[in-house]
């Protein structure tokens, strides 16, 4: 990457003005047999069922059929259950074939509006923000959906998803907007202008509307995909780009557009030939920084969904590939160029991310953390083929993926240790690796060491952590020591959470039971051993919880049990009204 490239900061903006309606569109289309749908004149059909809002990847509200339809035919009753499928292509011929507009609603303050329509809708006279009431008085024949914000923000997430191809920093821009940070990446594919066309290409042929502008800030960016799409403006001539558009393209509230209108100030450059004091003294402080940045005097960084990894490689493939062979392969390659890139720096991968980009725009991402620094490809290699093997959803190719990269998103700096004497350090080494290879395959959450913590509460003694972050600390932990000779004070298993048991009667107002039913068996108490008494901590539970006395008990087949009375006869089991109370008794605990 160049110096020039550096300091010459530029952002390509995308919006998707259709989205509802384009997504909808798109889930009609696989809603039919392949077949069926390429009989349908002008619809776009993905290259598969998965990503960017259809099939597996779309939320259920997606499922739904249009809410309203009108058709020439108003007496014409509603579909039966057998009649799905022919249902479904009336819709798509009555919306293709026949070009009747379709739209989308929500409501907004008990109104139905016209949240999203299609070109044929535009055409009609129909505008976003239409009551639907008047938009039927204008255009009769109306195909109507319901809004889904949910689905449509999940089609956003899978066209971003899709643009890390082109650069790690891509950013929201609600609704349906997106900013690619572009700055020193444009050359890898072919420049500017050849990437600006990559983007649009590749979403129209998805039946997605487009609009796409490069700018040296996001704001002049952005400002340019509502008016002038296709634009490239070089860096410092922001101000005369955008000073022909209306003041509408700058985004700002309403009210503020409104008021500029009303003062004559109809374009972006009228108001730019305003004094700044002007400008802040009658629409406010936020809207002179929005305009300053729209004409390239400075700009507010995007906030990209996902953090910068640490080092990244990728490979891309002329012919999509398919395989496993040929994946395994891949990622054992990638494996070796990250890990030579990192031994430059002296690091080690604590969390690596596989991502795998297929031809139909849907992106799987597969990650892996570690306990130590990973400084070996055979090791990174081996993560990724126990996670592989684990995966509930099996890695689908489809028609094959173009694009595979490894990123190390997290990495440290990789200690020298002597290693040829010390059998310590080998044996902490495997132990490692062996969480590692587990975690990867049943989640790192489920495999955990136990801390000791300061709290006489038994379920509270001790603390569960993920073994991979926390080995260290669990080998180093101090544990009370047991006393030579006497038996143990706590049991080898805890319950995670204490269970009821019944109490026929008990010696009063300490004493332990003679005897109790557990999980429908009766057990006869020929042994005991205390009471030890454990106060509650008084200054985090507000009085609430009751005091214990702890028994171990064992019963007439040898048995050992640790239970418990909970509450004090005589101060703390009483009801409202001052009457003793039964006591409640639990079991907490197994002896071996």
Known sequence: MSANSVNRRRILSLWLPRLPIDRI???????????????????????????????????????????????????????QAGEAKKELRFLLQATTVQKLPSIVVAKDRNAILLHAIDEAAVRAGLSIGLPLANARAICPELTVYDADPAADLKTLNDIADWCDRFTPLVALDPPYGLFLDITGCAHLFGGERALLQIVINALSRRGFAVSAAIAGTSIAARTLTRYASGQIIADGAEAEAVGPLPVSALGADPAVTTGLRRAGLKTIGDVASRAPHEISARFGADFTTLLGHALGQGDAPISPRKPLPDYIVEKRFPEPIATDTVIALTL?????????????????????????????????????????????????????????????????????????????????????QQRDLDTTVHGNDEISALIDRIAARIGGKRVVVHLPLESHIPERAALVLPAQHHLAAASAAAWPDRVAGEPPLRPLRLFERPEPIKVPFASVPDGPPHQFTWRRALHAVVRVEGPERIAMEWWKQDGAALTRDYFRVEDAEGQRFWIFRDGLYESELRDEAGEPVPANWYVHGLFA
């Open 25 to 79: 569109k798109r889930k009609l289309a696989q809603s039919v047999s392949q077949a069926d749908a390429r009989e349908v004149v002008g619809l776009p059909l993905p290259l598969a069922g998965e990503g960017w809002g259809g099939g597996l990847a779309t939320s259920p509200a997606e499922e739904r059929a249009p809410t309203r339809i009108a058709s020439r035919d108003a007496i014409r009753p509603p579909p």
């Open 332 to 416: 054992s390659s990638l494996a070796k160029t990250l890990v030579a890139a990192m031994d430059k720096q002296g690091k080690g991968a604590r969390q690596l991310e596989a991502s795998f980009f297929r031809t139909d725009g849907a992106v799987r991402a597969i990650m892996v953390e570690t306990g130590r620094p990973v400084t070996r490809p055979e090791m990174i290699d081996r993560l990724f083929r126990e996670r592989l093997d684990a995966l509930n959803d099996p890695l689908d190719p489809g028609f094959g993926f173009d694009l595979i990269r490894l990123a190390a998103g997290r990495t440290e700096i990789v200690v020298q």
